[in-house]
């Protein structure tokens, strides 16, 4: 599979990048759970077409002090990490604001989409835990 492109939402506007990030550096892991990812949420996830982008958002909160996202990175299956620092925070139905961005995935089959925030903290880089869901792209 190759993803070569990603669409990352705005509110009125849709900005087109190109994910050429082969080699993703490596950050620390999060102390003490700065930002923790409870869920990754793709809407239609069983239902998706090749070729065709799907929003994809994440349930975050930060216990302690206010960090600040740099980046949202995902797998699909062990293909990754591919990582945007293009992203829109989005009101959900459940009140929150959440991480979100549009992904392309170009060749149909069922991917484990896994998904991790990389975040500054008290002038450090870290990686927040890891969430997955399962895609149906068809």
Same mark, same amino acid.
């Given at each position: 599979m190759r993803i070569v492109k990603v669409l990352a939402g705005c509110a009125l506007a849709v900005g087109l990048i190109v994910g050429l990030t082969a080699n993703?550096?490596? +950050?620390?892991?999060?102390? @003490?759970?700065?930002?923790?990812?409870?869920?990754?949420?793709?809407?239609?996830?069983s239902h998706l077409k090749a070729n065709v982008p799907y929003e994809a958002s994440m349930n975050i909160r930060t216990p302690g002090p206010p960090v600040s996202l740099q980046k949202l990175c995902f +797998?699909?299956?062990?293909? @990754?990490?591919?990582?945007?620092?293009?992203f829109a925070m989005k009101n959900g139905a459940d009140g929150g604001v959440h991480p979100t961005v549009q992904l392309h995935t170009g060749t149909p089959g069922t991917y484990k989409l896994t998904a991790f925030v990389v975040f500054a903290f008290q002038g450090a880089t870290y990686e927040s835990n890891k969430t997955s869901t399962n895609v149906a792209v068809h």
């Open positions: 993703a550096p490596t +950050f620390a892991a999060a102390q @003490g759970g700065q930002l923790i990812i409870s869920k990754l949420l793709v809407a239609n996830r +797998f699909w299956n062990t293909e @990754g990490p591919i990582c945007f620092s293009n």
